[in-house]
């Protein structure tokens, strides 16, 4: 297969697709290697980049994804006429964070470290699909665990975990640390949105 029909191939599966479409299900469809089809994919994904075009095709782990330039954010929600989602509040940034820099994680565990109840949030952040149950811990009561999603990497511009700030702390128990995860991930937020916008997760006290 020649490089401009393996492109097509790949753009037009991943537009039909709409969500992350992993390298081995496209290597399969294919029949190509790895290190191709993240060749092609990342060629492609630099032309649409420098062009400005009004998508992008970002890389998410182990898959690729084919979205809407950031930049064209305010012209589709208003041709779509939808409202922008809601920006999490501190409550919410601060549970994602824990989860996000410590998964899996229960929990027992966000409260430990926040010291307050977090269920309400924990749900809303399931709702939002920022994070996802992931599977029970071995332990008495044997409490569900909690990982971040592809959704979270997209919402906040990462290709992967490893693209998470740095933390300056090196004490989980430290409350300083939950300050810090909740600024790193709003530092993110910010840079994604560039906008003030509503709030969601707030709890109640």
Not at 127 to 148: D, K, S, W, Y
């Amino acid at each position: 297969m020649e490089l401009k029909e393996l492109e097509s191939a790949i753009e037009g599966i991943l537009f039909a697709a709409g969500d992350p479409m992993s390298v081995e299900r496209l290597c399969l469809t294919l029949g190509q290697d790895r290190e191709t089809v993240d060749s092609v994919c990342q060629r492609m994904a630099d032309s649409y980049s420098y062009d400005r075009r009004g998508i992008r095709l970002v890389h998410l782990e182990n898959s690729w994804q084919m979205c809407s330039a950031p930049e064209q954010a305010p012209y589709i929600r208003k041709a779509l006429e939808s409202r922008k989602p809601a920006k999490l509040s501190q409550p919410a940034l601060e549970v994602l964070a824990i989860i996000a820099y410590f998964q899996p994680v229960t929990r027992a565990y966000i409260e430990q470290i926040r010291g307050v109840d977090s269920s309400y949030t924990v749900g809303l952040l399931l709702e939002r699909e920022l994070i996802r149950e992931a599977g029970r811990l071995a332990v008495p009561g044997r409490p569900m665990q909690f990982r971040t999603t592809k959704n979270f990497l997209r919402s906040f511009g990462l290709a992967s975990l490893d693209d998470l700030p740095d933390l300056a702390s090196a004490s989980q128990e430290d409350m300083q640390l939950t300050m810090e995860m909740e600024s790193a991930l709003r530092r993110l937020q910010e840079a994604e949105t560039g906008e003030k916008g509503d709030t969601i997760g707030e709890e109640s006290t």
